[in-house]
């Protein structure tokens, strides 16, 4: 009785140790199955960090976009429709300015250490260097025969005495001016006469010279538009003309110059950028222009446009930039505090400019302009 019992014992506790043997193993298996498996995950997620992760090349790419987009903003700024607030006169108003954006961008490129961010601004620099780069040096070339300037002396001008002394003392031989009104007319008359012993004033525009005028008239450049346009009588249209043309006599010969004061533009929340009445005179001087028989023109005035603006295509098909041709930088013109346009042109043809510049402020919001040129 006691030897089975024993047996008994004996074969229960084998079997108890064959159990935990088999089930340690099973479960060391089962580890090792386990942490395989983790391996294998947690490589495989290694390997889809490092393919998903964005190389030199995939980063920054809205950056990259922006920069292409504002490259062909320079390069195709004359396809931006002004049917839509006059976008396309506006862009080109400012057009220059557009070049500081190439900086940030490639600023921000660096920063994002992005390959395609830093080299899609190359596009946009290329196109500003090939549009402005030859603005940003000197052109000037020694002085010249005759030295012309242009103000627009402000209608509000609170001190029209002092700006015609600092016009006096720039020693232009011929100074156009705009926005000449009734009240201030006499002061600048008065004012100019010692230095300038000839001059004409028709409506808010004129000329002051050293050297003798003829054939002078007003330009109608089109500032009455309409059917009532024709019904008003000629001193009414006079009295607001913004345009003229006279002759000057020099050693070299006649030289036609005219002084004009096109339409002002307005920038306002409803119709945009508004440049109906100054792209309508824009267009009747340029035909003038055409016109014109003398091959020596100068045009001098304020056009509240620059030279990229198609507004004045017609014009500058024909007339070049003094500033351009001879000029040192933008020749900014307005506003005076902190010019950002030039807006105010002194254009030629037949002649040539020695040099071109901007003189200092006076009391108008406008800076005045000056040229050299010779024969």
């Not at 159990?19 to 298996?29: H, K, V």
């Amino acid at each position: 009785m006691c030897r089975g019992g024993s047996g008994r014992r004996e074969g229960t506790a084998g079997s108890r140790r064959a159990g935990r043997r088999e089930g340690t193993a099973g479960s060391r298996r089962a580890g090792r199955r386990d942490g395989t498996a983790g391996s294998r995950r947690a490589g495989i997620r290694r390997v889809m960090r490092i393919v998903s992760r964005p190389g030199p090349w995939k980063r920054g790419l809205p950056l990259a976009a922006s920069a292409l987009l504002l490259g062909l903003l320079l390069l195709l700024h004359a396809w931006i429709p002004n049917r839509i607030g006059g976008l396309g006169s506006l862009v080109e108003t400012f057009l220059p300015w557009f070049g500081l954006f190439v900086p940030v961008l490639l600023l921000a490129g660096l920063w994002r250490r992005s390959a395609a961010a830093v080299a899609a601004p190359l596009l946009p620099a290329v196109v500003w260097l090939a549009l402005f780069g030859g603005l940003l040096g000197d052109k000037s070339h020694g002085t010249g025969d005759l030295t012309v300037v242009s103000h627009n002396v402000g209608a509000e001008n609170p001190d029209p005495a002092g700006t015609a002394r600092d016009l006096a003392a720039s020693g232009a031989d011929l100074l156009a001016l705009q926005e000449v009104t009734p009240e201030a007319k006499g002061t600048y008359e008065r004012e100019l006469a010692r230095a300038f012993p000839y001059h004409s004033v028709q409506g808010t525009v004129g000329l002051w010279s050293r050297l003798p005028l003829s054939d002078t008239r007003p330009v109608d450049i089109k500032m009455d538009y309409g059917p009532l346009a024709d019904t008003k009588p000629a001193d009414v249209k006079l009295s607001y003309n913004r345009a003229l043309r006279t002759t000057v006599t020099t050693d070299h010969g006649p030289l036609a110059v005219y002084v004009a004061h096109l339409g002002s533009v307005r920038l306002n929340p409803r119709s945009g950028f508004w440049t109906t009445t100054r792209d309508r005179n824009a267009q009747a001087l340029a035909e003038a222009v055409t016109a014109e028989k003398n091959e020596r023109v100068l045009l001098l005035g304020d056009l509240n446009a620059t030279t990229d603006d198609r507004a004045l295509a017609d014009l500058t098909s024909q007339l070049r930039s003094t500033q351009e041709t001879a000029g040192d930088g933008f020749g900014f013109s307005w506003p005076a505090p902190l010019p950002t346009a030039r807006i105010d042109q002194i254009l030629f043809r037949g002649v040539r400019p020695n040099s071109s510049w901007v003189l200092a402020a006076t009391t108008s919001d406008h800076l005045p302009v000056a040229a050299d040129i010779s024969w």
